[in-house]
């Protein structure tokens, strides 16, 4: 029988039920969700008895000090994640942390020079590339159906209130390229490989927000192949496709198209299929968030199975960083109006 991993989360505001449901359920494969922690005593209260937790703190340091954690969930806004996660790896606890990792690149890599300097543990819970319907897609082009992607088109459009869930959206200084560009362009890099340069344009389209809510990013990949990489939250269309990321990856041998509804169309040759590669409905899931949410939960095992073997999960603080860099070069691109190279990982 081997030892639960003791686990405890760190934020327990919008998305955070979302963890909290995913570590009860991991429950079966030994996680053991011990404390939860929010500077609002509100919320931690109410979190801690909302999924049966021991132990509840306002102040992460009193929980480090009274609890034996071995796995540190931060599932706080970005402003908190140096600080927090600098607390964390200090004490030597192996930690996660969501996304985005930081608001600018230096604090990105600060984490992750500290996580380095002392061994410790250091992820970046970025589920879409674990979401069930991408994973689908992420098969078929590791498999080789299509050989080597040669295009590709990442596209997440809609008109979906996500201010509602998320208000700060409206006040970020930059918005829609790191809230969610760091989904479509960590999808870019795992589907196309890592990349030479970027172009983007970005708009603000919304009189509410203050930055950017639409952006258009095209990619060169090292490997030659192109993709163009579009999101926005200003999307007028029907049905509304969110949360799905919608995408086709072309190779010489064919091509995946992941079509709204979640229908994936693979093509090898002269051959066509279709595949519903939808997201199941879990007890604690629903519609349309159900495929953000089971990609928590696989998002949270595959952490709790990398932190279990001594491995670098694959959303690591270094793996992340390539993608954060695409990030700050897209913001560099759409500043200059020229191409933009993705800065060396330090
Ligand atoms: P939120 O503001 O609703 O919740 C954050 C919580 O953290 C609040 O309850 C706040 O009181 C608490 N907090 C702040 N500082 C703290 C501290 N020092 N110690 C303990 N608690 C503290 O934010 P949210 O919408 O839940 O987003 C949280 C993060 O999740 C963001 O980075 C967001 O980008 C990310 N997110 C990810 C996904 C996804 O994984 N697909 C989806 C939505 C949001
Ligand atoms: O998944 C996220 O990071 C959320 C979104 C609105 C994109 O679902 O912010």
Same mark, same amino acid.
């Given at each position: ?67 034996? @954690?071995?796995?540190? =969930?931060? !599932? %706080?806004? +970005?402003?908190? *994640? ?6 964390? #790896? ?118 509410? @927000?203050?930055?950017? =809510?639409? !952006? %258009?990013? +095209?990619?060169? *990949? ?6 163009? #990489? ?117």
């Amino acid at each position: 029988m081997t030892e639960p991993v003791r686990v405890a989360v760190v934020g327990c505001g919008f998305f955070a039920r979302n963890h909290l449901f995913a570590w009860k359920d991991l429950a079966a494969h030994g996680a053991d969700l011990v404390a939860v922690c929010d500077i609002d005593p509100a919320k931690a209260e109410a979190a801690a008895r909302e999924f049966g937790v021991p132990h509840w703190y306002t102040d992460m340091d009193d929980l480090m000090s009274s609890e034996r @954690v071995d796995l540190l =969930d931060i !599932a %706080t806004r +970005m402003d908190t *994640h140096g600080l927090l996660v600098g607390k964390a #790896v200090a004490a030597g606890i192996a930690t996660i942390v969501q996304k985005p990792f930081a608001p600018d690149w230096d604090a990105a890599v600060a984490m992750k020079q500290s996580a380095e300097a002392t061994g410790v543990f250091l992820a970046v819970h970025e589920n879409f590339r674990f979401q069930t319907p991408l994973q689908r897609v992420r098969n078929v082009v590791a498999g080789g159906a299509i050989g080597v992607p040669t295009w590709g088109r990442i596209s997440f459009r809609t008109g979906y209130d996500v201010y509602a869930g998320q208000p700060y959206f409206y006040d970020e200084e930059r918005f829609i390229i790191l809230d969610l560009g760091v989904h479509t362009l960590d999808m870019a890099r795992v589907l196309m490989g890592e990349v030479e340069h970027v172009f983007c344009e970005t708009q603000r389209r919304n009189p509410k @927000v203050r930055a950017e =809510d639409t !952006a %258009t990013i +095209m990619l060169r *990949h090292v490997s030659g192949a192109v993709s163009v #990489v579009d999101f926005s939250y200003e999307s007028r269309k029907l049905p509304d496709t969110f949360p799905e990321t919608l995408l086709e990856i072309e190779g010489p041998e064919g091509s995946v198209i992941l079509e709204p509804g979640l229908q994936m169309r693979v093509t090898r040759g002269d051959e066509t299929s279709t595949t519903d590669v939808g997201a199941p409905l879990l007890p604690w899931t629903e519609r349309p968030w159900h495929v953000a949410q089971e990609g928590v939960l696989i998002t949270c095992r595959h952490m709790l199975e990398s932190f279990r073997a001594g491995e670098p999960a694959e959303t690591s603080a270094e793996d992340n960083l390539k993608t954060f860099a695409v990030v700050e070069a897209a913001y560099e691109s759409a500043h200059t109006r020229r191409a933009a190279k993705p800065r060396p990982v330090p």
